[in-house]
């Protein structure tokens, strides 16, 4: 099994990948020092599983497990913790494995055997449960092909649905995603608003709410050519929001 | 009912009763047993020449009741102690009713006998032997229950006083997070592989700091001390951050003769690393400052760090309940003359101590 070990501090790293070189059968391929490495990592090594700290500055093990999960063939993984109390609690909740550092060879061992791969309503439900990881993504993940592409949300302009897929139009250009546009909305529900039933679109990016010719509300969208049509049904929450803002 | 005073008048047995065999506790048995004849005098005679003869007559038969018992409480003291509350209670009023009912039939055989002898309470030459030692064991009873109550409320009110200057001590000395705790224990795990001097190390260094932490609290500490745990919290951490972790000195203004609380630059270099260095991607670094006025004769020191983007500290439940800590032992150490401020000023977060140079302990 080829196992990808995270952590931000090198002593932590350096004796996990000792402890799985020791198992027979085990490799460490890896040793990522933060949540934006062991993705870039994950896709460059294709490891079997993650071991995966929570608490690491910038991306934490929370947010890159979520991402990890857009891959085409997603690692297992299993969080790795020094002492969190609301860890235990929900990773019992949620069957997601994790250790408790220091991590011993025989939990190491039983945890690698039974190593699963965390599903996202068990990875989002972890980010929410956790009082210091905001449950809310600093990226978005796009697949293209075999790479992961993380847009930053903050360059995100909108969010539009179509049958199958999800468009994110960012500063970067436009990306598909794999998402539910109503599991975005709730996550972003403090950044974004819906203008209609098929758009998310970024309050920090609206220039202005205009008519066309036949009387529909559009909202302008600074750096975008295209309009996005507002729906009637949504044109009063658009219209308080982007007040406020 | 002053029984307990200036906790003479107790031992630490666990019983909720007070010790009835110091003098102070005799003294205040007597008023009590004074109290009620005086109860139950102005009951029986309201203002009559008989009030003060009756007073006289119950007040001598309440101090035996109220003595006897006493002095076997104090004998049986060791036996309730061992009991639990509400059996001590029940053994307790069960001995003074037995007093009083002992002493109801002396009285009352004696006043058969004495035919002079006024009647005592009531008239026992009306009433039945019976009817008299009912009457007296059901005020007996009550005024008992009455008292034994209030014991058992102060003690209880004085428990609790107790248990929370505990719980205070406690979280004072609680002050080192296990976050820390079992991220050095990680470190030393992966440093016993590597480079075992350098987890030799660590372990000693760890268990100096412990040591410091369960000292007493209000442990005085020479500013030498306290930089050099300081000193010693870095290298534990620097095991773990490696780079990412710099401090920067500049204390040599410093009395290092000086006394401060111990622990008390400690926690707050634990806050900086905690929410200033380790949540940053390329870490940071922590500048510690002191400051000396000579003629003022105070010590001014600060510890600095910089506000990774996006999280306020200072807001931290962690962080201000170690300042508030700070707080209250500056201001027993030193009153009004100490102090502990907290700021942000652009990226940068800063806690100041400041505190009176004095060489022994205040």
Known sequence: ?245 | MPVETKGTGRREDGLFLPDLCTPSAVLAVVLIAELVALVLALAAHPGNTAFWDSLARISLFLLWCALLSAALLCVLRPRLAALEAGRASAAAMAVVLAVVAAVSVGAWWMGRWWEGLPPLLASPAVQGLSGFVLTNVIIAAIVTGLTLRYFWVADQWRRNVQAEARARIDALQARIRPHFLFNSMNTIAALTRAEPRLAEEAVEDLADLFRASLADAGTMLSLKEELELCRVYQRIEQHRLGDRLSVDWQISELPMRARVPALSLQPLMENAIYHGVEPSTGGGTVSVEGRYDPEAGTIHLTVENPLPAGRPPGQREGNRMALENLRQRFALAWGEQAGVSASAEGDRYRVTLHFPATEEAP
Do not use: W
């Not at chain 1, 439900?125 to 697949?143: H, M, Y």
């Not at chain 1, 897929?165 to 546009?181: F, N, P, Q």
């Open chain 1, 1 to 245: 099994m080829r196992v990808l070990v995270v952590d931000d501090e090198a002593p932590a790293r350096d004796r996990l990948a000792g402890l799985v070189s020791d198992l027979a059968d085990h490799e460490a391929v890896g040793e990522a020092a933060s949540g934006e490495e062991a993705l870039e990592l994950a896709q460059r090594l294709q490891p079997d599983l993650v071991l995966m700290d929570i608490r690491m500055p910038g991306m934490g093990g929370l947010e890159a497990a979520r991402h990890l999960a857009a891959l085409s063939r997603p690692p297992a993984v299993i969080f790795v913790t020094a002492y969190d109390t609301f860890a235990m609690e929900a990773f019992e909740a949620q069957a997601v494995g994790y250790l408790m550092k220091p991590v011993r060879r025989e939990r190491l061992a039983r945890a690698l055997r039974h190593a699963a791969r965390p599903t996202r309503p068990q990875l989002a439900a972890l980010a929410t449960a956790d009082p210091d990881s905001r449950p809310v993504r600093s990226r978005i993940a796009a697949r293209l092909g075999d790479a992961l592409h993380l847009i930053p949300v903050d360059t995100v302009y909108y969010f539009q649905a179509d049958q199958k897929y999800v468009t994110v139009r960012h500063a970067g250009g436009s990306d598909l995603i794999d998402e539910a546009l109503k599991d975005l909305a709730d996550e972003f529900r403090d950044t974004f608003v819906r203008v209609h039933r098929n758009a998310l679109v970024a309050l920090a990016h609206v220039e202005a709410l205009t008519t066309d010719p036949q009387g529909r509300l559009q909202v302008r969208i600074r750096d975008v050519d295209e309009l996005l049509g507002v729906s009637r049904r949504h044109a009063a929450e658009v219209r308080r929001r982007i007040q406020k803002t």
